[in-house]
């Protein structure tokens, strides 16, 4: 099956947006993980209904043109702090501007769940809370390792 890019598909996705539909894609990448898997699951993106909140999962184009899924772990001066949940490290400096569309809907296995799910919630909490400290433990964990081995 031949392979097409983000930046193709954006002006269906928009076309998509304008009629007031929403837009299925498939994960590619490991920086969700666990929450979506490349290959397993695909994200439903609808058209962004103002600003995000806190534990939304947007799907934004970054000024070097790369399309991205993360998390929003915090809101500072009208910009988002996001983060994969796989990631430690924190991408500031993306606004509205750079927002396509906002998951929500994932679909697991064929299964559709929606992103309002109390189960999801509970998940989201979890990931936006330990966002700030998953840098300095995994950093910690890194350095204790390479002591270890001697490398």
Not at 43 to 60: A, F, H
Not at 63 to 88: A, C, M, P, W
Not at 119 to 147: G, S
């Amino acid at each position: 099956m031949k392979e097409i890019s983000m930046a193709d598909l954006l002006p269906f996705i928009e076309e998509a947006f304008q009629k007031n539909t929403t837009f299925k894609i498939p994960i590619t990448g490991t920086s969700m993980n666990p929450l979506l898997i490349e290959g397993r699951d695909y994200v439903i993106i609808k058209k962004p209904e103002g600003s995000l909140n806190i534990g939304d999962i947007p799907l934004y184009r970054r000024d070097t043109g790369t399309f991205v899924l993360h998390r929003v772990v915090d809101i500072k001066n009208n910009e988002y702090i996001l983060s994969g949940d796989n990631q430690f490290l924190l991408e500031k400096g993306i606004t509205d501007k750079h927002v396509i569309g906002v998951v929500c809907s994932i679909c697991r296995d064929g299964k559709l769940f929606d992103v309002d799910d109390s189960e999801y919630a509970k998940y989201k909490k979890k990931y936006v809370k330990n966002a700030r400290t998953r840098y300095p433990i995994r950093r910690l964990r890194y350095r204790l390792y390479r002591l270890r081995n001697g490398k």
